[in-house]
């Protein structure tokens, strides 16, 4: 049996409904297992679990040989994710797929990297198998932007090589429905690296209307995004992370996806056009986004 964590968030969506179509009957972790019920219907199991509560994991994991952890970008991330493993440890799981972020590294000079990092390196200290997924920049982060006509970045002319959710949903599901391809770590990119210039030509050429890229300083970007809502340390990690695009950081295009789900990842014109045919898809996206952690969540 399957458990998934996260199962409401962007990626996690994607994957119960791959795993459900896939014949396999995954068992829901959740806090709220009414709202999740009628998110996911009778396909699937639901089972109470709070990850700050410890207490609640053993019966949740009860039965449970894989487990697909994802949670939010938040401070409490690494001991959530901590809280996760002991129990899967404990509960006798035998593979657990994480997913993770782009050069996730105790050491990387963005926080949530090391955070991530940070469990990384304490599930390959376990007994457990392990996969840890790493996708860049979502292209899911770019919805609310084009909707609005006006792409906002501080990460100037460097190329991002990005890459769908809905991908890296399917190559989570072709681990956790065949475990022997654990035990690595796959990058998971889109099939391109493309500019936020390239971006906003692609949505006018494809779009009912015109979209700019507007460029501004990763200080304004540090700004908007503490107008949203986010935590002071992440916030200050998108702006750093702006920067490191427009270095370069995540220009690399890897064959991963492909690796793992036996197709290509989808272009990012063909992700334009299914958002730009869905537009309701964009409603409350925060708008200087640019990491696969938020979209993840």
């Given amino acids: 049996m399957i458990a998934v964590t996260g199962a409401t968030g962007t990626v996690g969506r994607e ?35 709070d990850l700050d509560r410890p207490d609640t994991l053993p019966a949740a994991l009860a039965g449970a040989e894989r487990v697909f952890l994802l949670t939010p970008a938040t401070s409490r991330q690494p001991a959530r994710e901590q809280h996760l493993v002991a129990a899967a440890v404990t509960a006798g799981v035998g593979h657990i797929v994480k997913t993770s972020v ?27 198998d392990w ?29 991002v090589a990005m890459v769908d959710a809905r991908d890296v949903a399917a190559a989570a599901a072709a681990v956790l429905t065949n475990p022997a391809s654990g035990g690595r770590v796959y990058t998971l990119t889109g099939p391109q690296a493309v500019t936020f210039d390239e971006v906003a030509e692609l949505v006018s050429s ?10 501004v300083a990763p200080q304004q970007v540090r700004d908007a995004m503490l107008r949203s809502g986010a935590e002071r340390w992440f916030a200050s990690d998108m702006a750093r992370l702006h920067t490191m695009l427009a270095e370069g ?42 990491s696969g952690a938020r979209a993840a969540s």
């Fill in 249 to 290: 950081y995540e220009e690399a295009v890897t064959s991963d996806v492909s690796w793992l789900t036996g197709r290509r990842g989808r272009r990012l014109s063909a992700f334009l056009e299914d958002m730009l045919a869905t537009p309701e898809t964009g409603r409350g996206t925060r708008q200087f986004v640019a």
């Fill in 102 to 128: 782009f050069r996730a590294d105790e050491t990387s000079p963005l926080g949530i990297a090391r955070q991530h990092g940070q469990t990384e390196e304490l599930i390959a200290r376990t007994r457990l």
């Fill in 131 to 159: 996969t840890f997924l790493r996708p860049v920049f979502f292209m899911q982060n770019l919805t609310g932007q084009v909707l609005n006509g006006e792409i906002v970045s501080a990460a100037g002319a460097g190329r």
């Fill in 206 to 215: 494809i779009g009912a209307a015109d979209c700019v890229h507007r460029q």
């Fill in 15 to 49: 994957l119960v409904r791959l795993l459900v179509e896939q014949g396999e009957r995954p068992r829901v972790l959740t806090r709220d297992v009414s709202l999740t019920r009628r998110v996911f219907g009778a396909g699937v199991d639901y089972a109470y679990a």
